[in-house]
């Protein structure tokens, strides 16, 4: 237990080190996303005559809003949501390729004094996941400050706000749909899928392993399944938001499962495949 | 036998690096690997840290093989590749915490193992400021730390000056006569023969002890 603690302890200072640049690019995409929402408020109070004052829920709300079901019998274009693909590529890009950099250098040095492969690839599993929430926690940071400047410092849903621009009936949100389908979903999603990609990443090259995350994003957009798991980080693919959607307690239990399942897969194939190896 | 490699061969991209390697080494002796460059010495060594897994065949490490029973030796002091710490700590900081990991190591181990390297131990300077050879011996001073039993170090003797050099050989066979098994990889003929007790000569991927 102790080993593990401070080869965490590691990765997250090692890994603050590395993804620095990243904490200010996660900053900029946040604001970016902000400013969007905030435009499109501000186009809708001038044209209807109305204060609206957006709340720290609203940007989140649209931020992960995602997309409806696509239906492509409606012959309508497909558009990937741009705030949630956004969202997703950047996580993929903050968690990065740290883990296996640490397998070169000082991370030498680490890896064995950890005596166990399986041990090492856990800790870089709970690096992603710290890493995911650090991506969540600097977008939440920056929607709130925004928040304070540009509209109300409240954490409530606006109907008004949430039907114009998310084109969600606030009034359908409770509370705990608020928390299950807004909160914890995109983010228990993000971590399973950033633990996956890590683990993708020890055994194929990292750029393959971006590939693979990439096409698991827009395929989730694509199509509404509960096989791909990214629909579970999407508001609007949530049967209490709209009609047959996914049900989001069947998705909290699957995003637990695929934690489990590719932690205790990626130890598995670790102890048999040479993942020092493809630096060679 | 304390060390037993078995029939070890590794394929890297359909290219064989070692092949069908057998050797077995005792306690408390040094061994030297000598080959020219790209022989497969530091691969050799790889395979004795337990960082690469083989193709076929097997190490076995007091009867645990390596891979299978143990991830990598349970005692073990390693410096392969170029040394790496972090830039902006000092050594000894350097040093702390790495040795957190196992916590076998106490401040004293840290402090003797910079001045057996001939590193002063209240050196504010930080790892970037250093010249390669401070780099080199706190890398030798990071794989001594622990008292490992098994010692593998190769190309240790690279930008060192000629001081240096004889001081990091003396250590060496402290280290051999503390009890530890030492892997030496040393391009240095003449280094090496003076103070190893065997000689292992790399060529192609092949390993044999020297006459």
């Given at each position: 237990?102790?080993?593990?603690?401070?080869?965490?302890?590691?990765?997250?200072?090692?890994?603050?080190?590395y993804?620095?640049?990243?904490?200010?690019?996660?900053?900029?995409?946040?604001?970016?996303?902000?400013?969007?929402?905030?435009?499109?408020?501000?186009?809708?109070?001038?044209?209807?005559?109305?204060?609206?004052?957006?709340?720290?829920?609203?940007?989140?709300?649209?931020?992960?809003?995602?997309?409806?079901?696509?239906?492509?019998?409606?012959?309508?274009a497909?558009?990937?949501?741009?705030?949630?693909?956004?969202?997703?590529?950047?996580?993929?890009?903050?968690?990065?390729?740290?883990p296996?950099?640490?397998?070169e250098?000082?991370?030498?040095?680490?890896?064995?004094?950890?005596?166990?492969?399986?041990?090492?690839?856990?800790?870089?599993?709970?690096?992603?996941?710290?890493?995911?929430?650090?991506f969540?926690l600097?977008?939440?940071?920056?929607?709130?400050?925004?928040?304070?400047?540009?509209?109300?410092f409240?954490?409530?849903?606006s109907?008004?706000?949430?039907?114009?621009?998310?084109?969600?009936?606030?009034?359908?949100?409770?509370?705990?749909i608020?928390?299950?389908?807004?909160?914890?979903?995109?983010?228990?999603?993000?971590?399973?899928?950033?633990?996956?990609?890590?683990?993708?990443?020890?055994?194929?090259?990292?750029?393959?392993?971006?590939?693979?995350?990439?096409?698991?994003?827009?395929?989730?957009a694509?199509?509404?399944?509960?096989?791909?798991?990214?629909?579970?980080?999407?508001?609007?693919?949530?049967?209490?938001?709209?009609?047959?959607?996914?049900?989001?307690?069947?998705?909290?239990?699957?995003?637990?499962?695929?934690?489990?399942?590719?932690?205790?897969?990626?130890?598995?194939?670790?102890?048999?495949?040479?993942?020092?190896?493809?630096?060679? | 036998?304390?060390?037993?490699?078995?029939?070890?061969?590794?394929?890297?991209?359909?290219?064989?690096?070692?092949?069908?390697?057998?050797?077995?080494?005792?306690?408390g002796?040094?061994?030297g690997?000598?080959?020219?460059?790209?022989s497969?010495?530091?691969?050799?060594?790889?395979?004795?840290?337990?960082?690469?897994?083989?193709?076929?065949?097997?190490?076995?490490?007091?009867?645990?093989?390596?891979?299978?029973?143990?991830?990598?030796?349970?005692?073990?002091?390693?410096?392969?590749?170029?040394?790496?710490?972090?830039a902006?700590?000092?050594?000894?900081?350097?040093?702390?915490?790495?040795?957190?990991?196992?916590?076998?190591?106490?401040?004293e181990?840290?402090?003797?193992?910079?001045?057996?390297?001939?590193l002063?131990?209240?050196?504010?300077?930080?790892?970037?400021?250093?010249?390669?050879?401070?780099?080199?011996?706190?890398?030798?001073?990071?794989?001594?730390?622990?008292?490992?039993?098994?010692?593998?170090?190769?190309?240790?003797?690279n930008?060192?000056?000629?001081?240096?050099?004889?001081?990091?050989?003396?250590?060496?066979?402290?280290?051999?006569?503390?009890?530890?098994?030492?892997?030496?990889?040393?391009?240095?003929?003449?280094?090496?023969?003076?103070?190893?007790?065997?000689?292992?000569?790399?060529?192609?991927?092949?390993?044999?002890?020297?006459?």
């Amino acid at each position: 237990m102790k080993k593990i603690f401070y080869l965490i302890k590691h990765d997250i200072k090692d890994g603050a080190r590395y993804n620095f640049k990243k904490y200010i690019f996660t900053v900029i995409l946040f604001l970016v996303f902000c400013a969007d929402v905030y435009s499109q408020y501000k186009i809708h109070t001038e044209r209807c005559n109305v204060l609206f004052q957006p709340t720290i829920c609203d940007y989140i709300l649209y931020i992960f809003r995602g997309m409806r079901e696509y239906d492509p019998n409606l012959s309508e274009a497909f558009n990937i949501p741009a705030a949630w693909f956004a969202v997703q590529l950047g996580i993929a890009y903050f968690v990065g390729n740290y883990p296996t950099k640490d397998t070169e250098g000082y991370g030498i040095q680490y890896i064995i004094r950890s005596g166990s492969k399986c041990l090492w690839v856990a800790s870089k599993c709970i690096y992603s996941a710290i890493a995911t929430v650090q991506f969540y926690l600097i977008g939440y940071v920056v929607v709130a400050f925004w928040a304070l400047l540009f509209g109300r410092f409240e954490f409530s849903l606006s109907e008004d706000i949430g039907m114009y621009i998310s084109n969600i009936n606030a009034e359908v949100i409770t509370d705990s749909i608020f928390v299950i389908c807004v909160l914890v979903l995109p983010l228990l999603t993000s971590i399973a899928v950033s633990i996956f990609q890590t683990v993708l990443m020890l055994v194929v090259r990292p750029i393959y392993s971006y590939l693979a995350i990439i096409v698991i994003v827009s395929a989730s957009a694509y199509y509404k399944t509960y096989f791909l798991p990214l629909n579970y980080s999407m508001i609007f693919r949530m049967s209490p938001i709209v009609a047959g959607g996914l049900d989001p307690y069947i998705a909290v239990i699957i995003d637990i499962f695929l934690i489990i399942l590719t932690v205790i897969f990626g130890c598995a194939i670790i102890r048999k495949f040479d993942f020092l190896e493809k630096r060679l | 036998m304390y060390i037993d490699i078995v029939n070890y061969t590794k394929i890297i991209k359909k290219r064989t690096v070692l092949a069908d390697v057998s050797l077995n080494f005792e306690r408390g002796k040094i061994y030297g690997f000598r080959g020219a460059n790209g022989s497969g010495k530091t691969m050799l060594l790889r395979a004795i840290s337990g960082l690469i897994t083989p193709t076929f065949g097997e190490i076995r490490i007091d009867g645990e093989i390596l891979g299978n029973d143990i991830s990598f030796p349970r005692s073990i002091g390693v410096l392969i590749e170029s040394p790496a710490f972090l830039a902006s700590y000092t050594g000894l900081r350097n040093l702390e915490l790495i040795a957190e990991i196992k916590g076998d190591a106490t401040k004293e181990d840290l402090e003797k193992s910079l001045c057996l390297v001939g590193l002063e131990v209240g050196d504010r300077r930080t790892y970037g400021k250093y010249s390669l050879g401070m780099k080199q011996k706190l890398g030798i001073a990071a794989a001594i730390m622990e008292k490992p039993d098994i010692l593998v170090l190769d190309e240790p003797f690279n930008a060192l000056d000629e001081e240096s050099v004889l001081q990091i050989q003396n250590l060496i066979i402290d280290e051999k006569e503390r009890g530890a098994t030492v892997f030496l990889a040393c391009h240095d003929a003449q280094i090496l023969d003076s103070i190893v007790d065997e000689t292992i000569i790399v060529e192609n991927g092949m390993a044999r002890r020297a006459q």
